[in-house]
């Protein structure tokens, strides 16, 4: 019988051992990941407002900051992945929806269409990005170094307020104003007849991504809503499954 225990001791100890250091594996990798992307948006963040001061206008800055701009945020995917080997706790759907959202609006709207690069409304989203992703990354950089200033808890939930709206309202603008160039020049579209029988419009498919804004938005604002009351202010929030 003592032997026994003391197999099952020792076996414990083992499967303890390796999940912790799987967990310092885990912890030390996502470290490292968020002080880069808050560096990276950091650097985008001072290109912008040296272009702005050197220049006076907004026009051409898009096309200044694009590289770092697609770099970090196609490398965003790597929290798809995150979220999905466990790592992070948190839905792959709705990070993935998140993530693959905002590559969409990087590739296949400003980076297509380049008569909206300089739209108002391209920077508009830019800058919100921008200064939401710092934040973001700050945050969580800090608290897995169990060392988070008040000010940058209060910034992640309170910034938001503000910044995902105006975010919003940028990224529309943005489709809305690349909706007569891709209806003349039917680009990513598929006309029949084809060899696959099959028909893709591009200018209708922004459209509807358009109009998914109107049932998302609300699901995700109100979600980081009961995020900061539970995180701010204590609050239990009962989430219903969904």
């Known amino acids: ?25 885990a912890t030390a990798w996502l470290t490292f990941y968020n002080i880069a992307m808050t560096a990276g948006w950091l650097v985008l963040a001072v290109a912008m407002a040296r272009y702005y001061l050197q220049k006076g206008t ?86 897995l170094l169990n060392h988070l200033p008040y000010f940058i808890k209060w910034a992640r939930y309170n910034l938001f307020i503000v910044m995902y709206p105006l975010g919003v309202i940028g990224e529309l603008l943005t489709i809305h104003a690349a909706l007569p160039y891709v209806r003349r020049s039917g680009m990513y579209s598929l006309r029949l007849p084809n060899k696959y029988n099959v028909s893709f419009d591009y200018y209708y498919f922004l459209i509807i991504v ?21 995180v701010l202010h204590g609050e239990i929030v009962v989430e219903k499954d969904e």
């Open 210 to 230: 358009m109009l998914s804004y109107i049932p998302l938005f609300p699901q995700l604002f109100f979600h980081m809503l009961r995020q900061r009351r539970r």
């Open 58 to 143: 907004h026009k051409g800055l898009y096309k200044n900051i694009a590289r770092t701009l697609k770099f970090f945020q196609t490398f965003a995917l790597l929290e798809v992945g995150h979220c999905a080997i466990g790592i992070v706790r948190t839905s792959v759907i709705v990070t993935g929806v998140q993530v693959c959202s905002r590559i969409f609006m990087v590739w296949f709207i400003t980076n297509s269409i380049r008569q909206i690069q300089n739209e108002e409304s391209v920077i508009l989203f830019v800058v919100v990005w921008t200064i939401t992703e710092i934040t973001r990354y700050s945050f969580y950089t800090f608290n």
């Open 1 to 25: 019988m003592a032997s026994g225990e003391e197999d099952g001791t020792v076996e414990e100890k083992e499967t303890n051992n390796k999940k912790r250091t799987k967990g310092a594996i």
